[in-house]
C-alpha cells in the first residue's frame, strides 16, 4: 500500500514533522514532493536492509530538482562534484559519475513525476538523499535510515536533516549572519553570481562572494553578512541579499590567463577545503591547477588574494580590471598596464591586495541578468547581458525590492537605468520609487513622459521615439535641484527642494499601485549626484558607442 506524509504518522509512532517510517513490506512505496524553498516534504524515512523500496517523486516547484542517494557521509562530497561538472552537468542531470552515488533520478521539471526502484543496502546506515542541482544541495537534503534497529533522534536534533526553515529563532540567525568574530562560510543563492556562489564572512564587516561555476570572486562588501530570508522562505529562485555596501565588482573577462592569447580560458571548479576556517578554492584555467584564498587585508581595509599555481611553460598572467572600485596592487610583485605576469614554470605563488576605492561603485546595482522573482517571465536579452520585463498589474504586482531607503539618499542621490517600453501606457507607472503619506518619490512614467517625484516637487521630460527602442534614463537630485536625463543628453532640470520619505524603494511597483509595463536593464541607485559628464559616459559605454 502506498504510504502518504499525512498517513505515516497514523500507522507508526515516530512520525515528527515530515517523516516516514514502516516495517518490511515486499514493496514500499513513498511518495515525496519537492516544494518550494529548496525542500523535499519528508526529510527521512526508515526502510529494512535489502527492501525493495519504490520512491514516487513529484516536482511541484517551477525550478528543476532531482533526488541522488549516496554513500553514508557523502553528501557534501556529491554536492561539490556536482558544482564542479560545469557545463556538463545540464547533460547528466547534475549527477557525478562516482562509486559514492548509489542511486538517482534525472532532473525534473516544473509538475513532473519519476520513479525510482531500488533494493535496500545490506548493511544499516544512514544514507542521505539531496538535490544536486548547482546551489541547491546546501538546504535540500534528507536521509534514507537503513535499519530498523537504528534509534531515531528527534527531528530537530538530527543532524541529517534540514533544520525547520520556518522558524523564527532560525529565520533571525539567518538575518543577522554578521559581524562575526570567526569565518563563516554559506552556500545560497546570490545575486550576480550563478547558481553557484558561496558566500563568506571573514570577520569584523568583511564578505565577499564566490562564484564556483565560473571559479571566481564576483563582489566583496563591507557591513554585515548576508540575509536569506527571502531565499529560504521562497520559492527557491529568490537571493540572499548582502547585507553593507557592495565596494568591489568583477568585470566580465576571467582575470586569470594561462595562454598566449586573450580568449576565454576554460575552467573547472575542484571543490574548497578550509584553512582555519577560511575557504582555499581550487581550481584548473586551461588544464592547470589554481588554489586561491581571500584574506582580510592585514591594516582591515580590503582584501587580500593568495594564488598559488602548478607548474606550467605556459606565460601566466592577472588582468586588474578596471571600474572594479578597488585598487590593486601586487605584493612584492609589480603591475604593469594593469597586468601581473608570473613565471611559474615550476609553480608560482602571488598575492594582490585590494583597496576600497570610496563611492567608486553604485550605493545599489542590479544587472538583471538574474530572475529577480518566481514564474514568468524571465530574462530577456538586453542592453548588457540579459533584461528584465515587468508585466505587473494591481491584481498580480512584480516588483523588487532594492534594499535601499529613500532617506539614505539625504544629501543627494542618482537613479539610472534602461528602459524599453512595448507601447507608451497612460497612467502613472513607477520605474524606482516609493510613497509616503500619499506622496510619491523617485523615477516614474507616464505614456511617454518621464517623471521625477521629491514628494512635493517634481520635474518632466518627454522620451522621444519610446515605442520598442532601448532608452537610457536617468535623474540626480539634491536639496536645491532635480535633473533629468535622456539617452545621455539632460532633457529637463527644476530648481527644487525635494522631501525624502522614510521608505524602501521598489522596483516596478508601489504595493499594489502604478505598476511597470516595461523592460529594464542596468538598474542603480546611487547616494551621491553624478555629473553630467559621468551620466554620458555611461550611456556611450553601455551603448557600445
Not at 559514492?100 to 513532473?112: D, I, M, Q, S
Not at 545490506?122 to 534528507?142: E, S
Request: negative net charge; glycine residues 8%.
Amino acid at each position: 500500500m502506498p504510504i502518504r506524509p499525512h498517513a505515516i504518522g497514523l500507522m507508526v509512532g515516530i512520525m515528527l514533522g515530515a517523516v516516514a517510517a514502516f516495517g518490511r513490506a515486499d514493496t514500499t512505496e513513498i511518495h515525496l514532493e519537492t516544494g518550494p524553498g529548496l525542500k523535499y516534504d519528508i526529510t527521512r524515512f526508515v526502510v529494512e536492509p535489502e527492501a525493495r523500496v519504490k520512491l514516487i517523486i513529484h516536482n511541484v516547484d517551477e525550478m528543476q530538482h532531482n533526488l541522488v542517494i549516496t554513500q553514508p557521509g557523502a553528501r557534501m562530497d556529491i554536492v561539490n562534484a556536482a558544482m564542479a561538472m560545469g557545463a556538463d552537468g545540464i547533460a547528466k542531470n547534475f549527477v557525478p559519475d562516482s562509486p559514492k552515488v548509489l542511486w538517482a533520478t534525472r532532473l525534473l521539471n516544473a509538475e513532473e513525476t519519476v520513479t525510482l526502484e531500488f533494493t535496500a543496502p545490506k548493511l544499516a546506515g544512514v544514507y542521505p538523499y539531496v538535490c544536486t542541482f548547482p546551489g541547491h544541495g546546501i538546504l535540500m537534503y534528507g536521509a534514507m535510515y537503513v535499519g530498523r534497529e537504528l534509534k531515531l533522534p528527534p527531528l530537530d536534533k538530527d543532524e541529517h536533516v534540514p533544520p525547520p526553515l520556518d522558524a523564527a529563532a532560525s529565520m533571525e540567525h539567518m538575518q543577522h549572519l554578521s559581524m562575526n568574530d570567526q569565518p563563516h562560510v554559506q552556500r545560497t543563492f546570490m545575486r550576480d553570481c550563478g547558481p553557484a556562489a558561496i558566500a563568506v564572512d571573514l570577520g569584523g564587516g568583511h564578505s565577499y562572494c564566490f562564484d564556483a561555476g565560473a571559479c571566481r570572486l564576483r563582489y566583496a562588501w563591507t557591513g554585515g553578512f548576508i540575509d536569506t530570508r527571502r531565499h529560504l522562505t521562497g520559492n527557491g529562485d529568490a537571493f540572499a541579499e548582502a547585507i553593507g555596501r557592495i565596494w568591489y565588482r568583477s568585470g566580465d573577462d576571467f582575470p586569470l590567463r594561462i595562454s598566449t592569447d586573450d580568449r576565454a580560458p576554460q575552467v573547472e571548479f575542484l571543490g574548497y577545503r578550509l584553512l582555519h576556517r577560511v575557504p582555499e578554492f581550487a581550481y584548473r584555467v586551461d588544464g592547470v591547477e589554481v588554489h586561491e584564498r581571500i584574506t582580510k587585508s592585514p591594516e582591515g581595509q580590503g582584501l587580500m588574494q593568495h594564488f598559488e599555481i602548478a607548474p606550467t611553460k605556459q606565460p601566466v598572467r592577472y588582468v586588474v580590471g578596471s571600474n572594479a572600485g578597488a585598487a590593486f596592487s601586487a605584493v612584492q610583485r609589480a603591475i604593469v598596464y594593469n597586468t601581473v605576469s608570473i613565471d611559474a614554470t615550476h609553480g608560482a605563488r602571488f598575492t594582490l591586495a585590494m583597496s576600497p576605492l570610496p563611492n567608486a561603485l553604485p550605493l545599489k546595482y542590479i544587472t538583471c541578468n538574474d530572475t529577480l522573482w518566481s514564474g514568468r517571465p524571465l530574462p530577456v536579452d538586453g542592453v548588457v547581458g540579459r533584461a528584465l520585463p515587468f508585466r505587473g498589474t494591481e491584481k498580480k504586482p512584480q516588483r523588487v525590492d532594492t534594499g535601499v531607503d529613500a532617506n539614505t539618499l539625504a544629501t543627494g542621490g542618482t537613479i539610472m537605468t534602461w528602459i524599453k517600453l512595448d507601447k507608451p501606457q497612460d497612467g502613472l507607472q513607477t520605474i524606482i520609487g516609493s510613497e509616503a503619506d500619499k506622496q510619491l518619490f523617485g523615477l516614474f512614467i507616464d505614456g511617454d513622459t518621464l517623471q521625477f517625484n521629491g514628494a512635493k516637487e517634481s520635474a518632466t521630460a518627454v522620451i522621444q521615439h519610446p515605442t520598442g527602442m532601448w532608452h537610457h534614463i536617468a535623474a540626480t537630485f539634491d536639496n536645491s535641484k532635480i535633473t533629468l536625463y535622456i539617452d545621455g543628453k539632460q532633457a529637463s532640470a527644476k530648481h527644487a527642494a525635494i522631501k525624502l520619505p522614510a521608505t524602501r524603494l521598489f522596483i516596478g511597483g508601489i504595493n499594489k499601485q502604478y505598476p511597470l509595463r516595461a523592460t529594464l536593464d542596468e538598474i542603480r541607485i546611487d547616494d551621491r549626484v553624478w555629473t553630467a559628464d559621468e551620466i554620458a559616459a555611461m550611456y556611450k559605454q553601455e551603448a557600445g558607442q
